[in-house]
């Protein structure tokens, strides 16, 4: 379960973040709304912990967030950074040493359900704009981890992988995660999440 109490961030004397408020239980999926600019990347940087220097709370199974050292989620913001030389797996496999969760069997399946073959050792830096969003899934998924935080999953992907993202994300709420996901398409909110915050000009609102 991830709570947000009064969630506010300042940048050069000015409120970005303004006394965000909401709760998220495991088994559901939170939805956040809202134009480019209006926080919604930075809320869920703040819940990662890739921002610390925030007024408020967030709680994450009782434990105030940045008392976690190591954080069990799986997350995907913003552009995904990968070592542009090395390929798609020896990427993900670099990146599996720092918890050491998942096997090379994991990553590969992982991969494999987002439509990237393990076995070509492409560069990322040669990857489509699609193809490195989903690796970026893959590496949010690969762990296993019961928290989901994932900013504009969809971004140029195509509709088949669009479609096979969502059923996804369902079957990652029905296995008792909680999931925090972004986007610009109304239509992914309301087939995905069971709750709406709407953040404008760095307050949010909730809308169901």
């Known amino acids: 379960m991830i709570e947000v109490k009064n969630l506010s961030l ?3 004397n000015k409120k970005i973040l303004d006394s965000i408020s909401f ?15 209006s926080g919604k990347t930075l809320v869920m940087k703040c819940i990662c912990g890739l ?8 709680i994450i199974n009782g434990i105030e967030a940045r008392k976690i050292e190591k954080k069990s989620i799986g997350m995907i913001i913003e552009n995904p950074g990968f070592i542009t030389s090395y390929s798609g797996f020896k990427n993900l496999k670099i990146l599996a040493q ?13 991969m494999k359900a987002v439509g990237l073959d393990p076995s070509n050792r492409l560069p990322v830096g040669k990857y489509s704009l699609g193809m490195r969003q989903r690796l970026g899934i893959a590496q949010a998924l690969m762990e296993d981890e019961k928290i989901l935080i994932l900013d504009e999953p969809f971004n140029s992907l195509d509709e088949e992988m669009t479609n096979r993202l969502r059923n996804r994300i369902l079957l990652e709420r029905d296995k008792g995660k909680c999931i925090i ?22 307050r949010g609102e909730m809308v169901f």
């Open 51 to 58: 921002i610390v220097t925030y007024d408020g709370q967030i």
């Open 10 to 12: 300042e940048k050069n």
């Open 23 to 37: 709760r998220v239980n495991d088994g559901s999926i939170m939805g956040l709304i809202g134009p480019n600019g």
């Open 181 to 202: 996901i972004s986007s610009h398409n109304r239509v992914d909110i309301d087939m995905l999440c069971d709750n709406v915050i709407e953040i404008k000009f760095g």
């Open 98 to 110: 720092i918890k050491k969760k998942v096997d090379k069997a994991g990553i590969k399946e992982n």
